[in-house]
């Protein structure tokens, strides 16, 4: 089997690498054809994790980002319908709810090439967020559905798509998290900032990043904070900060943007974690850590129901009061993401399709 994966964006190189180390040890007759999009083109936030990683250099890099939405989906279907036709691939495999996405899954349902999403399902119930728009038009188009959770069953069944298409897999983002934690590192700076407890903050969505009210509404809040906070600093927040002419609160440490295994090392160490990244609320899930989201709402709404996750959106007040009030008493996973086996049920299922296809 040829499998064709399209990745983009700094989540989806931590979920392919997951994925590309247990196909490659498992599967060694098939061949997978890694397709970068240079979605994010920033050497802190794309080489530096296949470096780290361990992930197979791209067999194509497409080259494109820093565009609008139209114009990076667009620039990205037309080169990945050339390279689809090229490659001839039996399955495209996308993951979570990127523009490469979205491109991967279009590209390839227009050639007829069949598709599976990875981290289907996921809703926010919110058509202002980009995100939201290419999730829902992928897993319109896929024919196989990896959803990590009962709830994302559901969202797609509500939607009308057939449960034969629907598979409950787990989370691969959990897989990673318990292979990648005894690898987790220290950051090199992390003594000379002089702290030991400390909040662990990321801010790169651009619903906040984007306004200049809820950038000082979230800014506003962390100065608040009784902790130091540290915050690896996203390119595009820190261009927004400066566009704004917004000065950063003393409670602040700025840093640089890390790599997977220095954010792992992070979220195990520090007592909370405030960000609006999907994939940042779920990990600290993982390790344990109590989490405020600056969103007025989450596709992981189960860790919301269980009390682990608070949703402060941008306002100032209810960040003071989600730092102040969340339980910081460090918990066990229990299990809502799967156990482990995440990938191993996506290949199996990808096989067995590929396997009677060929039959056909």
Request: with cysteine; proline share 4%; aromatic share 8%.
């Amino acid at each position: 089997m040829k499998l064709m994966t399209v990745i983009g964006a700094r989540p989806q190189f931590i979920k392919a690498a997951t994925v590309s180390r247990v196909l490659a040890a498992q599967y060694p007759a098939a061949r997978e054809i890694l397709v970068h999009t240079g979605q994010h083109y920033d050497a802190n936030m794309s080489d530096v994790f296949f470096d780290e990683l361990d992930i197979p250099r791209p067999d194509h890099h497409l080259g494109v980002g820093g565009g609008s939405h139209g114009q990076n989906t667009g620039r990205m279907l037309e080169k990945l319908d050339a390279l689809i036709i090229q490659e001839k691939p039996d399955w495209v495999l996308v993951y979570g709810d990127t523009d490469s996405t979205l491109a991967g899954a279009l590209a390839a349902a227009k050639l007829h090439v069949p598709v599976a999403h990875v981290e289907a399902g996921l809703r926010f119930f919110n058509r202002r967020m980009p995100g939201e728009i290419n999730r829902v038009l992928t897993d319109h188009v896929a024919d196989l559905l990896f959803a990590p959770t009962r709830v994302a069953q559901h969202n797609l069944q509500k939607e009308g798509v057939v449960d034969s298409k629907i598979h409950v897999v787990g989370d691969v983002m959990y897989d990673a998290s318990l292979y990648y934690k005894a690898l987790a590192r220290k950051p090199e700076w992390f003594d000379a900032l002089g702290i030991e407890d400390f909040v662990l903050c990321t801010i790169h969505r651009a619903e906040n990043t984007d306004d200049a009210h809820r950038m000082q509404g979230i800014l506003s809040g962390l100065a608040e904070s009784s902790l130091p906070v540290v915050l690896p600093l996203h390119p595009r927040t820190r261009k927004q900060l400066a566009q704004f002419r917004l000065s950063l609160p003393d409670t602040i440490r700025v840093v640089e943007p890390v790599g997977y295994l220095e954010m792992v090392w992070l979220e195990s160490h520090c007592r909370l974690v405030v960000t609006d990244s999907g994939g940042v609320q779920k990990e600290a899930y993982f390790y344990g850590k109590p989490c405020v989201t600056l969103g007025d709402e989450t596709e992981w709404v189960e860790l919301v129901d269980v009390g682990v996750n608070v949703l402060v959106g941008a306002d100032r007040k209810r960040i003071v009061a989600g730092i102040s009030q969340v339980d910081l008493a460090e918990f066990e996973a229990n299990g809502l993401y799967g156990r482990g086996d995440s990938v191993q049920r996506i290949l199996e299922r990808l096989f067995v399709r590929a396997s009677s296809c060929a039959a056909v």
